[in-house]
């Protein structure tokens, strides 16, 4: 069976997530978020959240074998959309050595958003420590500032989503997915997106890509 693969990958807070979100509810395919994954996995040793929360990278043993395990499940047999990986060659290597067949159909979208713009989108970003539900100080602030709107707890901030750790995200990102982007250009899996725009108007740009590619049909 011919899966459709996509990939959606940018700087952090270019909104990537919400678009592969979307896209997800239209193609009917799970969106697989290696950072959920990690944030989920309840036997993640100390040693490697620390690396998390200073925005370094976790090792390639501990990432593919939470995608291998999430891929397993029967919702991601006809397709997935990935979220944030892979972020290295080896992991790209393995991705397309072990896991692509002949027959899948891939699409990568980069969503490009310039590095002002990120540190006001991340710096901004809360979260309820119980229920999860997540806000911003600009662009979804809560009803009483600082406090979640449904368990009436006082909103955290993310470890990584402290500037200078965001800084260190943004280095990193660019130096880890330099040598990934040229090598979806050469197999002319790359569609670059204007992330800058509002959430509408990036949604539309990826619509009228997947559609030219087959690999979305709206209904009418």
Not at 21 to 41: F, H, M, N, V, Y
Request: proline fraction near 5%; charge should be negative.
């Amino acid at each position: 069976m011919a899966r459709r693969i996509l990939f959606f990958f940018g700087p952090p807070g270019s909104g990537k997530g919400t678009q592969a979100e979307i896209i997800s509810k239209q193609l009917g395919l799970p969106t697989i978020s290696t950072g959920d994954l990690l944030r989920r996995q309840s036997q993640l040793d100390s040693q490697a959240q620390a690396t998390m929360n200073q925005g370094q990278l976790i090792s390639d043993e501990i990432i593919n074998n939470l995608l291998n395990q999430r891929l397993a499940q029967a919702d991601a047999q006809s397709g997935f959309i990935l979220d944030g990986y892979p972020r290295a060659k080896t992991q790209f290597d393995y991705f397309y050595q072990t896991i692509v067949q002949p027959e899948d159909r891939l699409c990568a979208l980069e969503i490009k958003v310039n590095a002002v713009e990120v540190q006001k989108r991340l710096s901004g970003r809360r979260f309820c420590p119980q229920c999860g539900a997540g806000y911003h100080l600009i662009y979804k602030p809560s009803e009483q500032l600082g406090i979640c709107d449904n368990c009436q707890l006082a909103l955290e901030q993310r470890a990584d989503d402290q500037p200078a750790v965001i800084q260190e995200r943004l280095i990193l990102y660019q130096t880890a997915m330099s040598p990934l982007i040229e090598l979806w250009q050469k197999q002319n899996e790359l569609v670059v997106i204007n992330g800058e725009q509002d959430i509408a108007a990036v949604h539309q740009d990826i619509v009228a890509i997947l559609q030219d590619r087959g690999l979305l049909e709206l209904k009418p």
